[in-house]
Every structure is written in structure tokens, then in C-alpha cells.
């Protein structure tokens, strides 16, 4: 009866595995979407959710002696973009969700393109680190590369 009692719970586990799974995945990219849709229409109340308090941003400037790295706090970023202009949009558009998930610990990889007022600013790729909270997922940390050329 115990051997039927562990193959019950191994059955169902792997039943419910996937679904889980995929849920957070489709969690993970929802706050990421929720995240640049909240910047294009410069809404503080769709993008602040989306970090932790103590999330850091960075990006990668590339050069020819070699690639060095800029650093905000995400209040700086969420400062930038309560101070954009009206009239400035700003589009961040994701081309693919590459998301791995490790129980409460999450890394999605997007690239993604980036407009100013429809016009073609840059490109590059987003590397999210999430964690799962007990309000859901949350970015803690993004890294990005940022190139105007290779972009197709």
C-alpha cells in the first residue's frame, strides 16, 4: 500500500508541476509587461509595484578599451520617469521571454527594442532577477545592454 501511496504522490506531483510552472512564468512576464506599460504611459502606480524597495538597475556601456558599467536605484529610475515630458513616449518593446525558475528565484532574458515618439532610439537585452514574494513576483535587479547598430 505505501509503494501505491508514493506513486500516487509522484503522479500528481508531476500533474501539477507544469501547471505551476507555467503559471509562474506567465506571472513573471506579466509583471515585466505591466513594468514598460507603466513607463510608456509614465504611470508611477503600474511600474513601483513591479520592484522591490531595494532593486538595482545597471547598464552596460560598451566601448572599445571595454565595457563599463553604469548603476541607479530604482527610485532614481522611477524619478526619471515621473519627470519625463508629457509629450516624450517612450516604448520599450520586448521581442522574447527567455524566463528560468528556481522555486522563489526567477531570471528572464528580453530582448527588447526601444523608441522615443515611434522613432527608433536603440536596442539590446534585459537581464531580470526576480523574486517571488508573498505579493508575487518582484524585480530586484536588471541589467541591460543598450546599441544602435545589430538591432535586427
Known amino acids: 500500500m505505501k509503494k501505491y501511496s508514493i506513486l500516487l504522490a509522484f503522479l500528481i506531483g508531476m500533474y501539477f508541476s507544469p501547471t505551476v510552472f507555467a503559471q509562474d512564468e506567465q506571472a513573471i512576464q506579466q509583471v515585466i509587461a505591466t513594468l514598460f506599460e507603466g513607463m510608456k504611459a509614465k504611470d508611477l502606480s503600474k511600474i513601483e509595484p513591479a520592484f522591490l524597495p531595494a532593486a538595482q538597475m545597471q547598464t552596460v556601456n560598451a566601448a572599445p578599451a571595454g565595457a563599463t558599467v553604469g548603476t541607479n536605484t530604482v527610485q532614481d529610475f522611477f524619478n526619471r520617469i515621473a519627470t519625463t515630458p508629457v509629450e516624450t513616449i517612450l ?62
Not at 528565484?105 to 537585452?125: D, E, I, L, Q
Not at 514574494?133 to 541591460?144: A, C, E, L
Open 91 to 152: 516604448d520599450e518593446q520586448i521581442l522574447d521571454y527567455q524566463i528560468k525558475i528556481d522555486g522563489q528565484m526567477a531570471s528572464a532574458w528580453t530582448p527588447y527594442r526601444f523608441y522615443v515618439n515611434g522613432a527608433f532610439s536603440h536596442c539590446g537585452v534585459n537581464s531580470f532577477q526576480l523574486v517571488k514574494t508573498s505579493d508575487g513576483w518582484k524585480i530586484t535587479y536588471i541589467i541591460d545592454t543598450r546599441r544602435k547598430e545589430g538591432c535586427d
